[in-house]
C-alpha cells in the first residue's frame, strides 16, 4: 500500500522473486517534490542489486559544497562531508542527490502502480488479510504492506502505536523554486542573526531547479529570497511543504501478516538524509521473506530493522538538535554511521557465525564488494538468489541449491582465514559464516531452499 520509495523498492523486489502483488496509491499522480534528495552509499548498493545504478547515476550529482553568505558580505566555503575514494570493498562512497520525484519515477518504471486508490479498511481473515479500497472493491490477500507514509492508514487499522515526539513548534519550509542569478555550483547558505539559519538554496541535478529551505515565513519564496539577494529573482514556484519536526517510530513493524515499513514504521529528521534510505533498506529486507512464506523468517524482519529504524531516529534527532541549538558543526554529515554501510544483524536469528575466530565480516555484516579475476563480488550476488562464496575451498562440495563462487581473492577483504564458506541472504548480508558445509545446508533448510 503506497507508491513512494519504499512501496516502489518492495514492488520491485516481489517482483522479481516471482510473488504476485498488487501496489496501490492513493494519491491520483507520481509525487512530484524534491524532498528526501539523498541517497546513500548503501542503497546505491541496493540499487545495483536490483539493475538500477547506471540510471541513477546518470541522473543524480555529487553533492555540491555549501557556500555561506555571511551577514558582513563575506562568504565562507565548505562541506557537509569529504568526498570519499572509492575502495575495493565500497564502490560508490558518496551520497548521490536526487530530487525524491525523479527517485520514484525511476524505481517506478514497469511497476503496475494503482494511482487514485487508496485502502480504507483492513480486517484479519484466517491465512491472511481483507483489504477495503476507496473504489469500493474488497481483496483479499496472503499478506498487506503499509508502505504509506508517516500518517499511515494501514498502521492506525492494524492498532499499532506510533512513539516518539513531534515539535509543533520546529517548523521547516521547503519549496523547489527556479531561480535567475545564482550560481548552480554550491548549495547557498544564507545564515541569519547569531547562527540561526535564514535561507538556503540547492541546486538540484537533471533541470535547472533548486530545493529551498527555510524557517516559516510570512514571506513568499520570492521574498524570501529577494530579502537575503535582491539581485537573485524567483521566476517559478513548484512542490512546497511545510515541515514539521517529526521523530516517531511504531511499536511493532508487524501484527499477524500486516507489515509496516518505511515511513509508516518510522519518521526521523531529515537532518543526515536518513528517512527515504532507510525505507528502501526496510523494503529490500522483506521482499525476499515474503517471498519465502515463512513466518519464522518474516518474523525477522521486525527483529533486524526495528533496532536499526531505532538507532536512525536516535542519530538524526541529535543531528536535528545540533542544527535547533545552532552548534558550529551543526551541518557536518560525516558521521560513517548515515553512509548505513555498517547496519548489520549481528547476533540475530538469521545471523549464524559458526568460526571459533571470526574475520572482519562476520555473520550478520553487509558482504562487501571486492574484486575478482573475472568481475567483482556484486556481480556475483546480483539478483534475488542466495549465494554461497567458498574462500581457499579445495575439497568438493555437494550440489547446492544456489550459486556457488570461488572467491580466494577476495579472502583480504572478507578477512578470511583457511577454507571458508559465507552464506549471502538475497539482500546481500552474510547469514551464515563457517568452515563445515553441513551448516550451510541446514540454514538453506531453514531459508526452505
Ligand atoms: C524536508 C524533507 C527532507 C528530506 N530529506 C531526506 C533525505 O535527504 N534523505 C532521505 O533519506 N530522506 C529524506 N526525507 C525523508 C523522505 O522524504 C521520506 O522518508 C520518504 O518519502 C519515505 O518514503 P515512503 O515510501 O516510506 O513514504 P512516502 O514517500 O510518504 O510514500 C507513501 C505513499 O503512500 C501513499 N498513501 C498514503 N495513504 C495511503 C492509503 N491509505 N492508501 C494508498 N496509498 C496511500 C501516499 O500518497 C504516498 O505516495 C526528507 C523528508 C523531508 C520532509
Redesign the pocket.
Known sequence: ???????LTLARQLDRHGVPYRI????AKP?DGS????L?PRTLEVLDDLGLIDGFLAAGSPYPGLLAHLPDGGTHAFRLDELHAPTPAVPWPNMLMLP?WRTAELLADGVPVELG????GLSPLDGGVRVILDTGETVDARYVVG???????VRKLAGIGFEGETHEEER?L?ADVRVTGLDRDHWHVWPGEGRAFRLGLCPLPGGDWFQLTAPPSALTPAELVAAVDPSITVTEVGWT?E?RANMRMASRFRAGNVFL????AHV?S?AG???????IQDAYNLGWKLATGSSAILDTYEEERLPVAAGVLGISTRLHRRHAEGADDALRRDDPVLRQLSLNYRGTTLAVERRPQPGSVRAGDRAPDSPLADGRIFDRLRGPHATVLAFDWTSPLPILPVPVHHVAEAAGVYGTTGPTLLLIRPDGYVGCATHDVHDVLGYLDRLGL
Request: charge should be positive; glycine fraction near 26%; proline fraction near 4%.
Open positions: 500500500m503506497g507508491a513512494g520509495p519504499t512501496g496501490v496509491e492513493k494519491s509525487f524532498r528526501g534528495k539523498g546513500q525524491q486508490t487508496g485502502l480504507t508502505a504509506d507514509g508517516g500518517r499511515s492508514t521547516m521547503i511543504s515541515y515499513a518505511g515511513d509508516a526521523h531529515p538524509g536518513q528517512g527515504l534510505n532507510t525505507g
